[in-house]
């Protein structure tokens, strides 16, 4: 494929080619990393962390070990309560 070229708009943005959004599935709204190079500019793609699904793990592993540890509700209470005045 022979090498388009883009310009970058007032913005900063740039337009990529619809040939390499296909060939490379890039989508809208995907997320990426620019790194300054030697060359120019590279842009790494990376994956939107799920924070949300990750904390209900982090939640599930948590309350798991507290009732493993047998740690009451109460015991809880009163360490947010001491967490909260500092």
């Known amino acids: 494929m022979p090498a388009e070229m883009v310009k970058m708009s007032a913005k900063g943005q740039l337009v990529v080619p619809q040939q390499i959004r296909q060939e490379e599935d890039l989508n809208e709204g995907d997320i990426f990393i620019p790194f300054a190079i030697k060359e120019g500019?590279?842009?790494?793609?990376?994956?939107?962390?799920?924070?949300?699904?990750?904390?209900?793990?982090?939640?599930?592993?948590?309350?798991?070990?507290?009732?493993?540890?047998?740690?009451?509700?109460?015991?809880?209470?009163?360490?947010?309560?001491?967490?909260?005045k500092k």
């Open 41 to 84: 500019v590279l842009f790494k793609r990376i994956e939107k962390p799920d924070f949300k699904s990750e904390f209900q793990k982090i939640s599930k592993d948590v309350q798991k070990r507290f009732k493993q540890i047998e740690i009451k509700e109460d015991v809880i209470k009163e360490a947010i309560l001491w967490a909260r």
